[in-house]
């Protein structure tokens, strides 16, 4: 199935970026059909024009409440034909109401290994930390900051000279694949949540993916949802 995509974002849109890229090398069955932003300025705007992706953008501080404004991005995406909902770095919390309404369909991606450093500065505290091994996180989104069930996780070794700046160009790298992953997954429906356990369903057809989560060729430092038992 092709997932229809909203991306929210409040940033550079490496991740948009990413996830375009997949979509057009055949490797994500999706269609970006909108991005939201609650920040009007932001570069991952002009990422979405540059691709002719409808955007939406609003200052959240003209609003009342955070409910109000996620109330005004759901008729957006609602207006749009979205079954699946992408945080790309967007830098607030989601009020229950929104949640609730794509329960099971909001993804986010987090520049750390959670539940280690949740929060807005990630990887700048884990590298400040002196932590040997940092990297990335994607996750179903509920109603606590960094909290949902995890689907995927890559790792990087962090060295003793390791600067937040030059750890993160490697923890992107690996978000620009694990994250496209996820969401292909889900458009074919691959994924199954029991309370905080994900687990990979068996592919209808045998595909490359399985293949590259049972051998490694995703890569040693990417952590797969493990098969539902029986396969
Ligand atoms: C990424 O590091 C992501 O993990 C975090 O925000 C950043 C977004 O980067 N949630 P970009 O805007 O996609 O370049």
Redesign the pocket.
């Known amino acids: 199935m092709t997932i229809h995509i909203a991306v929210l974002?409040?940033?550079?849109?490496?991740?948009?970026?990413?996830i375009v890229k997949s979509i057009a090398s055949g490797r994500l069955e999706g269609r970006v059909k909108l991005v939201l932003s609650n920040k009007p300025d932001a570069p991952?705007l002009d990422i979405a024009r540059e691709h002719g992706i409808p955007v939406w953008a609003r200052d959240h501080r003209e609003y009342e409440s955070r409910e109000a404004f996620d109330a005004d991005m759901l008729e957006a995406i609602r207006a749009n034909d979205v079954d699946t909902i992408a945080?790309?770095?967007?830098?607030r919390m989601l009020s229950p109401m929104f949640i609730r309404a794509y329960e099971g369909r909001i993804l986010?991606?987090?520049?750390a290994i959670l539940p280690s450093f949740p929060g807005v500065s990630?990887?700048v505290d884990a590298v400040e930390y002196g932590v040997r091994i940092s990297g990335?996180t994607v996750y179903f989104v509920d109603e606590q900051m960094d909290h949902g069930p995890v689907i995927i996780q890559a790792a990087v070794p962090v060295g003793p000279n390791d600067t937040p700046e030059n750890a993160?160009a490697r923890?992107?790298a690996l978000?620009y694949r694990i994250y496209p992953q996820a969401l292909q997954w889900l458009a074919r429906n691959r994924l199954s949540v029991e309370g905080r356990r994900v687990r990979l369903r068996a592919a209808k057809f045998p595909n490359a993916e399985i293949a590259s989560c049972q051998t490694g060729a995703l890569g040693p430092w990417m952590i797969c949802p493990p098969l539902e038992e029986g396969f």
């Not at 974002?9 to 990413?18: E, T």
């Not at 945080?87 to 830098?91: E, P, R, T």
């Not at 986010?108 to 520049?111: G, K, Q, V």
Request: charged share 5%.
């Open positions: 974002a409040s940033g550079v849109g490496s991740n948009l970026s990413a991952v945080l790309a770095g967007y830098m986010n991606i987090h520049p990630g990887y990335c993160i923890i992107h978000e």
